[in-house]
């Protein structure tokens, strides 16, 4: 009894030794990869790897990129936003990508295959690629030719055919003709699909021919018999071809999207002048052919047959699948920069405004709202056909102007804008010369109609007509277009480059990213603003956007940063994340209405009490602060970059990143494309920058284009380096093409070369642009393809289209 129980106690300590001695490998092993991750993304984003699984701790634990970003700086070492983006986004890739190697390892020991040699080769893979193709071979697949020629004993024939390379093939496979193997040629074509399977599983290959294809593929493009005409506007790639490393972004989207409509057929693969060769001779180099013997001949056969019926159409679908992908990140990038440039447009401020959404036959539609941006007037007007009530139209637009206090009128930019706008200037000159006419400014009204129809729409105006909230939207979006913005779906906007044939959700989460910095950095007031802006502040979300908004309106506004731990299901850490963002003007605390945030509230005080007067005194006079010693206020809590930037917020509370407000004047007489001339010097506004150029407003109802060699007198490399989104430009028209509806300028001052201008007028490069401009609202451009496509090849280019 004794014994047993003894026994018993020996055993559950040796049980619970072997566990924690399990447990800590384990933990040895986590921090080993957690150490190789973050050298890893420290040397992709020029940061160290102390600063990286800092900013890892921190995001770990539910902190936000803007949050550790504005005010975790000592912890991360002053990494910025887009370093902590990259961060995040790689680290969510490598993390993915660790746990699919545990997967394979768990696969590959479950067979009995798994060796040291191999496991280290899945240690030391590093893209997601190399690691599937490593684990190929020990993939449980379906039952192949090569599965079912091992069945029937023809793996001996294989090695003995490359055992001796001069013997013939075909006497050796006399010996192995069977009942399930009834001849010679079945028996050397099983031998044949044994090796080609091994070969096409075989990494070390699959690696080399990818890389030899990345240097030297070949993309061509050729129209599809018929469809010259229906597929005009993608006819620069009717008899296209260039290298596949050097095809651009925006070129790939549409050749992609040209193929997806049926207009053209394409193809990726080695150069047709003599590239399948090499690509063969990779291969029989796997096989070790050393000589001109029969088995050699054989073996030669072998490897062409391989690359003509596994590899070359595997390779194919891999090439495609990374050009999509290197497409799609930068079309995403110029999204994302656009839309960034876009939302930090500068406001015109709280101004009591007219907005007026053109229209024809259903009329204009007009919103008058006042400085806080509250709806206080609508109407609709018919100035234009059928009714010509140009009289009554003035009369309206003089009646709101005066009665109201307009200063400003937003006009959209669609249908009828310029016939509008012209209404306006006339009626605006009938006002007396004593009388302070408003500024009238064209705006963007993409994504209105979108707003309009939304069920946000119908809950902050439901007693107002889905027509008239437009007019409402674009009023507002001049005032505050980050306010008004957040509104809209981004892909609505009108500013992307072949959005709709990207991955959408990765579209969606970058340009979701890109919205929460830009709110941000610029801040929110607590009691103006709405719950979707609110919903993209640092910490928050639409469920606690919607109850701080319900406390606001059951309790009045809020009087201090403080009181935001009364709202329902607000608590400290969700306070912690976003309290530095949110300002209150003229409340109980004059830092409320900073940056500070409230943690470092004391560390202000002793600045401030350091200059010898109090807060208000330091804040309307800067110079003040320029006498102190930053180091002075370093302590253990907060360090120099810290301090450096309450000193700054100090010196200007509570700043708009935002630039000056300024507008484009249009041109008079110029309101559609057919009165464009080249030559003419215009002035209008960037809506769009690409990897080829930026599209300019001249307000013609149709966008210029100032491809990237005409938008300076030196090389651009990327026009984002001269222009972004919202600049108002000079240019110059260069040629005008009225029934493509394209328009070449130029902001070079030079003039510039008549083959440049041309370039331009064209479009990027060799290929034609298809631009994703929604307009009023965004229309898909539809993912399907009807039809059938010849063979097999065909279709499964097409179904990897289709997969995001």
């Known amino acids: 009894m004794w014994q047993d129980e003894a026994g018993g ?39 160290s790897a102390a600063q990286v699984a800092a900013a890892v701790k921190l995001l770990d634990e539910g902190s936000t990129v803007p949050f550790v970003a504005r005010y975790r700086k000592e912890a991360t070492g002053g990494l910025d936003d887009t370093q902590l983006r990259n961060l995040s986004e790689r680290l969510g890739y490598l993390r993915e990508m660790d746990g699919r190697r545990d997967a394979i390892l768990k696969s590959i020991e479950s067979q009995d295959k798994l060796t040291d040699a191999l496991a280290q080769s899945i240690a030391r893979a590093e893209t997601k690629a190399q690691l599937e193709d490593i684990y190929l071979p020990y993939k449980p697949k379906r039952r192949t030719k090569a599965m079912i020629a091992r069945e029937n004993g023809l793996e001996p024939l294989r090695d003995a055919i490359l055992a001796d390379r001069r ?40 690696g080399g021919l990818r890389g030899y294809l990345a240097r030297e593929a070949v993309m061509t493009a050729r129209v599809v018999p018929g469809k010259e005409a229906a597929g005009a506007k993608f006819s620069d790639y009717f008899a296209h071809s260039e290298k596949w490393a050097k095809v651009p972004s925006h070129r790939a989207l549409a050749m992609m999207r040209a193929w997806k409509e049926e207009v053209v ?37 072998v490897a062409g047959w391989t690359w003509r019926v596994k590899l ?28 960034r440039d876009l939302l930090l447009a500068a406001p015109a401020g709280a101004r009591a405004t007219l907005g007026l959404d053109p229209g024809i036959r259903t009329g204009v539609k007009a919103a008058v709202v006042d400085a806080t941006g509250k709806v206080v007037a609508t109407e609709t007007i018919y100035p234009f056909q059928p009714k010509n009530d140009i009289r009554g139209a003035r009369s309206a637009i003089l009646d709101l102007v005066t009665r109201h206090g307009i200063e400003l009128i937003a006009i959209g930019n669609g249908t009828a804008s310029r016939e509008t706008e012209k209404l306006v200037a006339d009626t605006l000159a009938m006002l007396p010369a004593a009388v302070k006419k408003p500024v009238k400014v064209i705006v963007s009204e993409a994504g209105a ?56 959700h990765r579209l969606a989460k970058s340009l979701e990213a890109v919205v929460e910095d830009a709110v941000n950095a610029v801040g929110v007031d607590l009691n103006t603003a709405s719950a979707p ?78 200059c010898g007067r109090d807060l208000r005194a330091v804040q ?26 309450i000193l700054s917020e100090l010196e200007k509370p509570g700043r708009d990143p935002r630039p000056s407000f300024r507008t484009a004047s249009f041109a008079e007489g110029v309101d559609d494309i057919g009165d464009l001339r080249p030559g003419m010097r215009l002035e209008g506004t960037v ?11 001249i307000g013609v109802h149709q966008d210029g284009l100032v491809h990237v060699s005409q938008l300076a007198d030196r090389f651009v490399k990327d026009p984002h380096e001269v222009v972004k989104a919202g600049d108002v430009v000079q240019v110059r028209v260069t040629e005008v093409d009225v029934p493509r509806k394209r328009i070449g300028l130029s902001m070079r001052k030079d003039g510039g070369s008549s083959a440049r201008d041309s370039q331009a007028a064209r479009g990027p490069g060799r290929g034609a642009e298809v631009r994703d401009k929604p307009g009023r609202g965004a229309k898909g451009q539809g993912d399907g393809a009807s039809g059938n496509r010849t063979g097999a090849l065909g279709a499964a280019l097409l179904d990897a289209m289709k997969k995001p």
């Open 9 to 47: 106690r020996l055993f559950r300590a040796g049980t619970l030794a072997a566990t924690k001695g399990v447990r800590a490998a384990n933990r040895e092993h986590s921090m080993d990869r957690a150490n190789r991750i973050n050298r890893r993304i420290g040397t992709e984003i020029g940061a």
């Open 167 to 206: 013997a013939d093939p075909e006497a050796l496979a006399r010996k192995f003709v069977t009942d399930a193997v009834p001849t010679v040629k079945e028996a050397l074509n099983g031998a044949r699909d044994i090796l080609t399977e091994e070969l096409a599983e075989n990494a070390g290959l699959l």
């Open 265 to 301: 057929q394409i193809d990726i693969g080695p150069d047709p002048e003599g590239g399948a060769d090499v690509c063969i001779d990779m291969i029989a180099a796997r096989l070790g052919l050393s000589g001109g013997g029969a088995g050699d001949t054989w073996l030669r056969g």
């Open 312 to 339: 070359s159409s595997s390779m194919m679908l891999d090439l495609l699948a990374d050009l999509r992908s290197r497409a799609q990140d930068e079309a995403i990038q110029v999204f994302a920069r656009n839309l």
């Open 449 to 504: 109609s979108v707003y309009s129809a939304s069920e946000l729409a119908a809950r902050e105006f439901p007693d107002l007509d889905v027509s008239l909230r437009g007019a409402v939207s674009i009023a507002r979006r001049l005032q505050d277009p980050l306010a008004e913005l957040v509104k809209i779906d981004p892909k609505s906007i009108g500013v992307g480059q072949y959005q709709h044939d990207v991955d959408q």
């Open 533 to 610: 802006l609110l919903a993209h502040v640092s910490g928050l979300g639409p469920g606690l956007a919607e109850a701080i908004v319900l406390h606001r309106d059951t309790n009045g506004a809020f009087a201090a940063r403080r009181d935001l731990l009364k709202v329902a299901r607000l608590g400290p850490r969700a306070f912690e994340q976003c309290a530095g963002f949110l300002r209150i003007r003229n409340g109980k605390e004059p830092l409320d209405a900073s940056s500070v945030h409230p943690e470092a509230y004391d560390l202000a005080r002793r600045i401030v009490k350091a």
């Open 620 to 645: 309307s006079d800067p110079k003040l602060l320029q006498g102190l010693d930053a180091e002075r206020f370093v302590d253990d809590r907060f360090g120099l970059p810290t301090v450096r930037d």
């Open 687 to 697: 809506t769009n920058v690409a990897a080829f150029g930026a599209f300019v407003d």
